[in-house]
């Protein structure tokens, strides 16, 4: 078989922050890489829906919101895949930090926790994506983006 996309990548040279995986046509696919791979410190499932839950709502109530084909996490639990539609990776990186500082900000109800919204609704803790997002924003803005993954050495 083929060896998708994401398989191509050394991962023992991805560090935390924002790449671009892949670009099909007009689509980009945005690797917001949370953790450091193979490195043993993994989202717990709890962090991972939380995140999902409260930045999905937020991305797909921005400015953007439009343009936000998915978002949701990586199976390994070291970050999540953002596809957008015609966005620059600047204005994506604007308004996903200006997401996450609003996610950190926010003192509301968790988004989607009811049984009827949800099918794990029980699983949420808005404290739990509060201290991952913040985490990820340090990462953000800590070093300059220029989206690419690092060289294979």
């Given at each position: 078989m083929k060896q998708i996309t994401s398989f191509t990548v050394n991962h023992d040279y991805i560090?935390?922050?924002i790449y671009i995986s892949r670009i099909d046509g007009d689509i980009t696919t945005?690797?917001?890489r949370t953790r450091t791979p193979n490195a043993g410190d993994y989202?717990?499932?709890l962090t991972m829906h939380s995140v999902e839950h409260m930045l999905a709502t937020?991305?797909?109530n921005s400015e953007m919101a439009e343009s936000v084909i998915y978002f949701g996490p990586m199976g390994c639990q070291t970050g999540f895949y953002l596809l957008t539609r015609d966005v620059e990776p600047r204005e994506v990186l604007r308004v996903l930090k200006?997401?996450?500082a609003g996610i950190l900000s926010y003192e509301g109800p968790m988004f989607g926790s009811t049984r009827q919204e949800c099918g794990n609704y029980?699983?949420?803790s808005p404290?739990?994506?509060k201290a991952e997002c913040e985490r990820y924003l340090a990462v953000l803005n800590e070093r300059?983006?220029?989206f690419r993954y690092a060289e294979s050495e």
């Open positions: 560090t935390p922050g945005f690797d917001l989202m717990d499932n937020f991305l797909r200006g997401c996450l029980r699983n949420l404290e739990a994506a300059e983006v220029d």
